[in-house]
């Protein structure tokens, strides 16, 4: 599923347009960007936790000149799933 279609899923759900859903819809990640964006974790209840994670630096190398270089640490953003998706999606 896109986001295209989550906007007209949720838009049919709720019995609403496509226009409102979709304001709903970017708000919701909105506001989850602008969460992990300030270092704090979203932890939706039976859902997931979205969280930053921080990644060490290490050594790598170029892969078209095989040169070594080092990579920087940096953060990148991590889901865990909840309980309740995790039952979901296995049954």
């Known amino acids: 599923m896109r986001k295209p279609e989550l906007i007209a899923a949720v838009a049919k759900q709720n019995g609403i347009s496509e226009a ?3 304001v709903i ?3 919701v990640f909105d506001t989850i960007t ?8 979203v932890a939706l209840s039976g859902f997931g936790t979205f969280r930053v ?4 630096g290490r050594a790598g190398h170029n892969p078209q000149t095989g040169a070594p270089m080092r990579i920087a640490p940096g953060k990148t953003p991590r889901f865990t799933a909840g309980a309740h998706l995790k039952r979901a999606v296995n049954s």
Do not use: Q
Request: proline fraction near 0%; charged fraction near 30%; glycine fraction near 6%.
């Open 20 to 22: 409102k859903a979709s």
């Open 34 to 41: 602008a969460t992990l964006a300030e270092g704090d974790e």
């Open 53 to 56: 994670a921080t990644r060490a």
């Open 25 to 27: 819809v970017n708000s």
